[in-house]
């Protein structure tokens, strides 16, 4: 997306109006972090899936939530997230550089979540498949992440009954 002025007025462009594109919303949720988590993701009036882990991060519940959508999903994807750390990495790049330096971060440390990571890149940069990331701000009423936040949570607390 990107603004331009037209008449005056600012104006969202969506540069991608593929009308086959399935948008996706995905969530990681996790109770203390390192704690018990959970992730959803679910296309609006479609496919939805959630699961959860006893003991991990709400990052590795972000990424795994884009993950399990995209090796379900075929064809050109839109993702949505309010994770910053997952839509910058494909924005920015981040993925670029981490292959660059060894799967090393811009501090030289290993990058954290690699085996997620790996798992995913091939699938959000497949040439024979669009895949874009859009970034939501969360807890702002979008129908469709409050969805997904919910579902994921849902999943960590189960995973927090079940440790109990």
């Known amino acids: 997306m990107r603004k331009v002025v037209i008449n005056g007025q600012a104006v969202v462009m969506n540069s991608d109006r593929d009308p086959t594109r399935t948008v996706v919303y995905t969530d990681g949720s996790c109770l203390g972090n390192p704690g018990p988590g959970g992730w959803a993701w679910a296309v609006d009036g479609g496919a939805s899936d959630s699961g959860g882990e006893p003991e991990t991060t709400n990052q590795r519940m972000e990424v795994t939530a884009v ?78 992440n409050d969805l997904v936040d919910l579902m994921a949570t849902q999943q960590a607390a189960a995973q927090q009954a079940a440790a109990q």
């Not at 993950?67 to 790049?93: I, W």
């Not at 954290?112 to 995913?120: F, I, P, Y």
Request: charged share 25%; glycine share 8%; with cysteine.
């Open 67 to 144: 993950l399990r959508a995209l090796e379900t999903l075929a064809g050109p994807v839109c993702v949505v997230s309010d994770s910053t750390y997952v839509v910058n990495c494909f924005r920015q790049r981040w993925w670029d550089g981490w292959n660059r330096r060894g799967w090393r971060n811009s501090q030289g440390n290993p990058v954290a979540n690699q085996d997620l990571w790996k798992a995913l890149l091939p699938l959000a940069l497949d040439d024979d498949r669009s895949v874009i990331f859009q970034w939501v701000k969360g807890h702002s009423g979008d129908r469709m």
